[in-house]
Structure formats: C-alpha cells, structure tokens
C-alpha cells in the first residue's frame, strides 16, 4: 500500500522512456554492425548487443511502447466490451442475457494462450490484432465482474428507490450503478494490464505479435534463446525489464485496490 | 500385493538412478560415441527419412556406389559399372563373395529384389520418385545387374549413392524394422529409441583391414546444450549438425576440433516470378546487384557457409567459377529499379518460417540489407507447417530452403527447369538459356561434358536470376581430439571405416 506512490513514479518513468528513449540512446535498433557482434555489457552497450550488433539497450527502449500498448491497449478493450456486456446480463434475465453469459463461461473455460492463439493464428499477426486478442480474451472476466457488481448494487435500497420513481434503465445505470461500480472494475483494471502485458509477450514470443525487426520483449527473448550460453545477456535485458514493469504495474493496482476498494484495508 | 508393488518400483527407481553409476565414463576401447538429435523412427533404410537415420543407412549398409566427402561417386557394392550410348541401359558388376552380417553372401538376386521393392507403389518408399526412369531391372548372373531405364539418364551411377537405396539380402526383408542385416562395415546389435542405437564391427567386412573402430554408439541426446556438456566432458566423442552460431566458440577449446564444411543445403528468398513486382526480370536483377551475398553469410551464418550462384555449392566441381559477378552497387540497384518502373523502390511482405532460426535470420538480414537499395521489406513470420498451403509457390516474396541432393541433377532440375516438379512450387521460373542446359546435363553421361552444361545454367541463371539465392549452407561437426581419421561428409553423414578413438 506504502508503495503506491512509487510504482505511480516508476511506471511514469517507464512511459516516458519508452517514448523519449529511442532518442537517448545513439543507436539505430535495428541497424546493424557486424564487428560488434555477441559484445558483452560495456560503457557504451549497458546491456551488451545481439547477434546482429544491435544494441540491446536501444531495442529494449524501443520495444517498450509495444508492450504498454499491448498490455494498456488490451486492457480498454476489455473494459469496453466487458462492462456493458456485464450490465447488460445484470439487467436483462431472459434469454438474451443467459445466451451472453454461457457464451462468456464457455470463454472462460479456455486457457487464455489458446484462445488468444486460436484468434491469432487464422490470419497474418500484426500488433493491433495481438491487443484485441489479448483483449478479446480477458472480456469474459470483465463481464463477469461488472455482473456480479452491478447485481449486488441492483439490491441496494437507493436502487429500488429509483426504481419506485420510475426512472429508466437506462438513468439507473447511468446515474445509479456506474458511479458506484467503477471502483472494483478500475482495481481490476489495473490486474488486467499486468495479465496482458504476460499475455502479449507469450503470443508475441511464439510468433504471433509484432513482427522483427520489431523489439517487443517476447519475440526478442523467443530470438536470444539459440544464443543463451554465448550472449546470455540479449534475453536477459527484456526478461529483466518485462519483469520490472510487470511489479511496477502490480503495485499501481495494489495501490488502487487499497485506495478504492473499502472492502480492502 | 503391497509388499510387491513397493518392491517392483524400489527395484525400477534403483535401476535407474544405479545406471549411470554403473556405467564407466569410458565404455569399451575404441568405440565412437556420436551424439545426434532424434530417435530414429525406422531401420529400415528404404523407408528412412531424417539426417539421423541417414548415418545409419550409410554404417550398416552399403549401396551400388558411394559418395565420397568430395562429391565424387565411388565403387562400392558395384566394382564398376557402363552404359549403353542412349545411358538407357546400365550394367552394374557387383565385388565377388561380399558377407552380410549374418555370414551369407551378396548376389545379384539381392539388388534386383530391392530395386523392385523400391519401385512397389505399396512399399511407399519416400524416394521412389527420384527412381521413376527405372523399368526394368535384371540379374544376368550372380554378380550382374542391368537397368533398363524409360529416358537417357546420364547421373545413374550418381544416383546409386543415396541414402535409401541400400542392399539386403532378399529372404530378410521382413526383419528389417527389428534386427536388419547388411553388409555394411558394421553390424546392428540393439537400439533403444530415445536413447542409443549401438553397432558393432562387422569382422568379415570385404574392405580388408576395415573398420578400425570396435563399434559405433549413436546417442540420442535433443538438447543441444546437454550433448555439448557431454562432448566436453568425454561422455561423446562426436557432435553430429553443431548449430553454426557455436562453430567458432567451440573451435577456440584445444581439446576439440570442430569442422565445418560446405554443404549442398541452401536457402533463398524465393520470389513469385508471375505477379509483380517479381514479374519483372530487373526487379530481380535489382535486388541480386543490390544485396552483397559475402555480408548476408557473416550475418546469417556467423560465416559459416558461402555465397553461391544456383543449388550448385562453390566447392562443387561443376561450380561455375568462371562467371563474373557484378559488385554490389545499391545505388546501381535503385537505378534498375526505377527503370523497371518503381522509381519510388519496392515495398513488399517477406515472410520467414517460425522455428527455423537460420531462415528467420535470414529474413531479418534482407531486410536491412536490402534497405539501400530500394527494397522495403516488411518480416511477417509464419509457422512453417502452413507454409505449404499458404506461402509456397503463392507468396510474392518468402524465405525457404532445401536439403542437398545426391546429384546435380536432382538438386537442380526440379527447382530451375520449366517443367521441374519444385519451380512451381517455388517462383516459376522461365529461362530458355536455363531450360536448355539442364536437359543437357541430364543426358550426358561424362563428368566433363555436364560440366560444361551446368555452368551455361548457373550463367544463364546468374544473368536472370529466378530469385535471391543466398548461400549453401555449411554442415559441421564437433570431434575430441582423440579421435582421427573422420571427415565431415558435406551429405550429413559419416564415413567411419578408417576412423579410430585413442
């Protein structure tokens, strides 16, 4: 909970190097030099240079955009299909809602990687298509959170009383559960980053995200594995930084979990 | 019935975890140890089909002819062999009173039944194809085979060498898959698949004072990183297919010698000949100018292997050393570009096969590479189990490569000729220049007139390239410095018959 504050600090400095970080660094990402091939860590490579004689560092800078896209961009997806869908089957009882709800649970039932890969694997990846894979995925859950809420809320008295006004669904979800809802969906919010940023880097690992010469952290641990025992540092760089992000992401969500949540702490 | 089940499970933890203490590091004297990747899924030769199986194919058996580490054919079963002057007609003299394993002698008999078992639809031999000018083959006598081939065929005797095509006696072809017998300079005692396949000498070998070695133990270890730990440790004597990224680590440790040598194996990136921009012959040109295949080597293989003009490797004989290739010129490259109509460059998908870290590699260097000379390229990586359906023969730009081939003219033809059955499955590609030479090189049968015919094609092709054909790949093998007499066979497999472990 004391840790709020800081992961908020290191994930900011995290975005800001993945946007300003490509121009710290003097070294074209996917340029080559030949002679430089397999160097260890020094002064000028903090994180040594690939099979290619790229820099390492420079490639974990510029692939850090793609996994917060994937991992934020993932995240709204499932926020925007999941929430509405959730009021939706709290509201609605009969068949429409049931149908919504045994479709998301026969979802749920997948492993996540197999369903992210079934949606992948039919057509040629591209980085949008890896966010609305990842965020295709984790719908169902956000469905069901927002369900299990908004039913719970739907028994509140000032509920009922707005229902004895005779107020319209659509008011009462507007006015009534919404504002009362968002905290646990945003704690979860926050939980569903992480789990699409591991997500996204798995897929994108076995070949179906972003494509090379791209530097999203999965595929260039996926590319550094032939080279383990010679260059154990060009997969060590992403693993370390996916591992970085993924704690400083964990402790934001923490964090708001301990600020928003009143059943928390 | 507890006390039982306790004991039997007792005894198999014990067994297990006893082996390797049993075991001494050295097993016997003079036996080699290989370490290869795979179990071998057959034993019978005809109807083997990985690199693994084919070192088998070549300890334990032998064909008509052999392939020397050079290329060249040699006498093998076959003490020397002619052909009619249409090369429709091959006789082949087989050595007199060579032994199988099992004591009894090889006849003629024995060719002829396997050549028919080869050419039985139901054997479903994976080489068949390679085999299909065969119509008739016949035994004069005991020592006498003679083929009668549908077309003139001047690489038969090249043919003979391959893997597959091994002599057994006739009366054991049903023991094949369990306990084969060959004539072979050693002999099959057991296999356990996912762990080792040992062999012994053949004592009555007709090569006199052959083998050396006691025996041969091929180790099935798939972990790259654990055979290597073995090979330094002297659990293995032999690293068989080391990944070319560890050739010049390895190459640095003085008690090991590490040998890389060209291969026949190559990868292109192959580009659809009939829809644009590859339609265009400059195109092609442009991209072959522009695209130095010395750095695409040092960057692909770490080196080890060598830029190449067709399938043909510059260590080959017949490799066309007189055709002049024009030095890399990007700015050359874009010009020519511009002239085929895209003075803007080009921009184009090039797709790369997950799981093949060379190809994907490859893919990766073009892309750079390719750069300055007007080619946008942009990687999309496909799993290479869809390649055959989705990419193959369809794509405008792709990575792929293939295995070498016996003969020059089974690694040519198919993938350059107008009608070959690999062109148009590949780019679909056209040349009259290209179309002519091949079929001349198939239907002469002197090594120095189908030399003159296949550098006409590798300068046809080098004035109209197909596609980029980048290199042929190097193959190598990591030995301890106790072992001698070995060469690293450029086909993928071994020759141990004068080899010896001190």
């Known amino acids: ?265 | 019935m507890t006390l039982t089940r306790r004991a039997a499970i007792g005894a198999a933890i014990g067994s297990v975890v006893a082996l390797p203490a049993i075991r001494p590091a050295r097993a016997a004297s003079n036996v080699l140890r290989v370490g290869i990747g795979t179990s071998l899924s057959r034993l019978d030769p005809l109807l083997t089909t990985i690199g693994d199986e084919y070192i088998y194919d070549n300890l334990v058996f032998n064909g008509l002819t052999r392939m020397a580490e050079d290329l060249t054919t040699q006498p093998d079963l076959a003490e020397k062999w002619e052909y009619g002057t249409d090369l429709k007609s091959w006789t082949f003299h087989l050595r007199q009173g060579v032994k199988y394993h099992d004591g009894s002698i090889m006849v003629a008999a024995d060719v002829v039944a396997m050549f028919k078992r080869l050419m039985d639809p139901a054997t479903t031999a994976p080489s068949r194809s390679n085999y299909d000018m065969i119509t008739g083959v016949e035994a004069p006598d005991d020592h006498t085979v003679v083929f009668t081939l549908s077309y003139p065929y001047g690489g038969f005797a090249d043919i003979m060498t391959d893997r597959q095509v091994k002599i057994v006696p006739r009366g054991k072809v049903d023991q094949l898959a369990t306990k084969p017998i060959g004539t072979g300079p050693f002999k099959f005692v057991s296999y356990t698949p996912g762990d080792r396949l040992i062999l012994a000498k053949h004592t009555e070998y007709f090569e006199p004072g052959m083998p050396k070695l006691e025996g041969v133990e091929l180790r099935i270890i798939p972990e790259m990183s654990s055979k290597l730990a073995a090979l330094q440790s002297g659990e293995l004597d032999v690293v068989w297919d080391l990944p070319l990224e560890q050739v010049k680590t390895l190459a640095a440790r003085n008690d090991l010698r590490v040998e890389s040598v060209p291969s026949g194996s190559w990868d292109a990136a192959i580009m659809n000949n009939l829809i644009p921009p590859f339609n265009n012959p400059l195109v092609r040109a442009a991209f072959q100018l522009g695209v130095d295949k010395a750095d695409v080597v040092e960057l692909t293989l770490f080196g080890q292997g060598a830029p190449t003009i067709s399938m043909i490797p510059p260590t080959h004989p017949f490799y066309a050393k007189t055709v002049k290739i024009a030095a890399t010129d990007p700015a050359a490259a874009k010009k020519m570009l511009a002239q085929a109509g895209y003075p803007n460059g080009v921009s184009v998908p090039i797709i790369v096969p997950v799981g093949r870290p060379v190809r994907e590699r490859l893919g990766v260097t073009l892309q750079q590479l390719a750069k300055p000379a007007g080619f946008d390229l942009q990687v999309q990586r496909v799993s290479y189990s869809s390649f055959d359906a989705e990419v193959s023969g369809k794509a405008p730009l792709y990575i792929d490569g293939y295995f070498a081939r016996p003969t020059i003219d089974t690694s040519t033809f198919p993938f350059l000729h107008t009608t070959g059955s690999w062109n148009s499955r590949l780019w679909h590609y056209k040349n009259a220049k290209v179309d002519e030479a091949l079929a001349a090189g198939r239907l002469a049968g002197d090594p120095a007139e189908q030399s003159k015919h296949y550098i006409a094609m590798q300068e046809a092709l080098n004035a109209d390239p197909a596609g980029y054909i980048a290199y042929s790949v190097n193959f190598a093998c990591a030995y301890r410095k106790s072992v001698t007499g070995v060469k690293t066979h450029p086909m993928r497999w071994f020759d141990l018959r004068t080899t010896v472990v001190a």
């Not at chain 1, 974990?60 to 917060?68: I, K, M, P, R, W």
């Open chain 1, 1 to 265: 909970m004391k840790l709020f504050w800081p992961g908020i600090a290191a994930l900011s400095l995290i975005v800001l190097a993945a946007i300003i970080g490509t121009w710290l660094t003097p070294y074209d990402p996917a340029g080559f030099a030949v002679r430089l091939r397999f160097a260890a860590p020094t002064f000028l490579h903090p994180f040594g240079t690939d099979e290619f004689g790229r820099d390492v560092l420079s490639r974990v800078l510029s692939g850090a955009h793609l996994s917060l896209l994937i991992g934020f961009g993932a995240m709204l997806v499932s926020l925007v299909g999941g929430v509405p869908l959730g009021l939706f089957t709290a509201f609605n009882r009969g068949w429409g809602g049931t149908l919504v709800l045994r479709v998301a649970d026969l979802l749920l039932s997948l492993p996540p990687i197999l369903l992210g890969l079934l949606i992948l694997a039919v057509t040629p990846p591209s980085t949008l298509k890896t966010i609305i894979a990842v965020g295709l995925v984790y719908i169902p859950i956000m469905l069901r959170l927002t369900r299990a809420v908004a039913m719970e809320l739907l028994e509140e008295d000032f509920v009922q009383a707005a229902r004895a006004r005779g107020e319209s669904a659509a008011s009462i979800l507007a006015r009534e559960i919404l504002p009362n809802a968002w905290p646990p969906i945003i704690v979860e919010c926050g939980l569903r980053v992480t789990f699409a940023i591991l997500l996204g880097s798995a897929l994108s690992f076995l070949g179906l995200g972003p494509q090379p010469p791209a530097s999203e952290w999965g595929v260039m641990i996926a590319e550094s594995r032939e080279f383990l025992d010679q260059a154990p540092w060009i997969g060590l760089a992403p693993g370390l930084c996916l591992c970085v992000l993924l704690v400083t992401v964990n402790l934001v969500g923490e964090g708001l979990r301990a600020r928003l949540d009143p059943s928390h702490g």
